[in-house]
């Protein structure tokens, strides 16, 4: 199988953690942005965002786009082991959290970590190319100080929220890792370069890590030694 992503996206750690918890031997390609929608288009019917899973089995569909598409075609190719309950009320709980997760929660980790990256984390990759894109998504995103502090604390309230299912225990849903918690484990990931979000939740990160481990993915940046 063969991965289409950004190298630095979230939402393409997602679909690498489910890879690597399934077992699934894959490659990845990185894409260019803006030159990416050249070799998406064709292939996914005229979308052009990340990622994209080319299956590259026969009998099995030539692309795969969205992470939450994902899953799902993982669960039905490979079941064991498995990432959804088989209880519909679990199941849907699960459900739930991840679209929270992908719909708000990782929009407003994208709008701080870039923020951050455009300000006192510079330093992390001062190099034209990097500050030069991380201007072209703060432009695409309408990413500015108003729009960062609503994201701060739409930030705030969602972990309060899951530290009442997290903190404490090692999944959110169950006694088992479902989609939500490797949702929150990718999403979440690009805090761990922000010194504020690791003083004050250290049990989130913990969380990252182990998610990490259970699917054979290298930790993401701040958090590997």
């Given amino acids: 199988m063969l991965l289409l ?4 996206s979230h939402y393409c750690r997602k679909a690498r953690l489910a890879l690597g918890y399934k077992g699934i031997s894959y490659q990845v390609e990185n894409l260019t942005p803006g030159l990416h929608a050249l ?7 005229g979308l052009t965002t990340v990622p994209v899973l080319l299956p590259q089995i026969e009998g099995q569909p030539i692309a795969i786009s969205d992470s939450t598409r994902i899953f799902h075609f993982l669960e039905s190719y490979r079941p064991t082991p498995a990432l959804f309950f088989s209880e519909p009320q679990w199941q849907t709980e699960a459900t739930l959290l991840e ?3 992908d719909e708000s929660i990782g929009t407003a980790t994208r709008f701080v970590y870039y923020q951050f990256r455009a300000t006192e984390g510079k330093q992390i990759d001062p190099s034209l190319f990097s500050q030069v894109l991380i201007q072209v998504v703060r432009r695409q995103y309408h ?14 309230n969602a972990m309060q929220i899951l530290a009442q299912r997290w903190q404490d225990k090692p999944f959110l849903v169950r006694d088992n890792i479902s989609i939500a918690d490797i949702t929150a484990a990718a999403l979440l990931s690009p805090l761990a370069l ?16 182990d998610i990490h481990h259970r699917c054979h993915e290298p930790l993401p940046p701040g958090l590997s030694s």
């Fill in 99 to 101: 679209d929270w997760l």
């Fill in 194 to 209: 922000i010194p504020q979000y690791r003083q004050d939740y250290p049990w989130l990160f913990d969380r990252v890590i």
């Fill in 5 to 8: 992503q950004f190298s630095t």
């Fill in 143 to 156: 990413i500015n100080d108003a729009s960062v502090t609503l994201a701060k604390t739409r930030l705030s």
């Fill in 39 to 45: 070799k998406l288009r064709p292939l996914t019917g």
